[in-house]
T-cell receptor, first 115, second 113 residues
């Protein structure tokens, strides 16, 4: 049981380049999330999805786009990377929060550097 | 909107000593509360959670936390710290139909031998 898998684990981009981060979960979770982690700022929600075909903005969505074409996958896109997007990106998934076993399962992260 | 405050950025304790990490939250209704731990270069692992009921919750690795509504707190405790507990600890509050979690800024725990 792999849980939540993020690819790639590391990436260096030049300013203006684009890329897509992939998150895949095998737990049949409805909810998926993208967070970014920066020193001293904790984790901040970028975008999230409450089901296949749905997406919504989080706290810091500017400069990012997402898609959830399949229930198990949640893609995060950077159309034109900027140095301010240098961060560690975490994907997470969860079941329905009304369920007793509710809680996030996190991926191991993607370290992105934009130069 | 909910918010979480972890007032201690960095804490150092001796191995075998007790530990308490502070967490204060702001939310209008009964929140979902969580503690996560992150080892260097790793993702976040759930330590414990509170939804309702008994205000003292037990988690993995010998950790416990107590929900105090009157103080809007959910402090994490461990009676005897091990060197392997050195990590960063995040408190989080969940609310809303999408179960979005809001995280605190984290407390880095250093354990001295």
């Amino acid at each position: 049981n792999a849980g939540v898998t993020q690819t790639p684990k590391f990436r260096v981009l030049k300013t203006g380049q684009s890329m897509t981060l992939l998150c895949a979960q095998d737990m049949n979770h409805e909810y998926m999330y993208w967070y970014r982690q920066d020193p001293g700022m904790g984790l901040r929600l970028i975008h999230y999805s409450v089901g296949e075909g749905t997406t919504a903005k989080g706290e810091v969505p500017d400069g990012y786009n997402v898609s959830r074409l399949k229930k198990q996958n949640f893609l995060l896109g950077l159309e034109s990377a900027a140095p301010s997007q240098t961060s560690v990106y975490f994907c997470a998934s969860s079941s329905d929060p009304r369920r007793a076993y509710y809680g996030y399962t996190f991926g191991s992260g993607t370290r992105l550097t934009v130069v | 909107a909910q918010s979480v405050t972890q007032p201690d950025i960095h804490i150092t304790v001796s191995e075998g000593a007790s530990l308490e990490l502070r967490c204060n939250y702001s939310y209008g209704a009964t929140p979902y509360l969580f503690w996560y731990v992150q080892s260097p270069g790793q993702g976040l692992q759930l330590l414990l959670k509170y939804f309702s009921g008994d205000t003292l919750v037990q988690g993995i690795k010998g950790f416990e936390a107590e929900f105090k509504r009157s103080q809007s707190s959910f402090n994490l405790r461990k009676p005897s710290v091990h060197w392997s507990d050195a990590a960063e600890y995040f408190c989080a509050v969940g609310a809303g139909t999408a179960s979005k979690l809001t995280f605190g800024t984290g407390t880095r725990l250093q354990v001295t031998l």
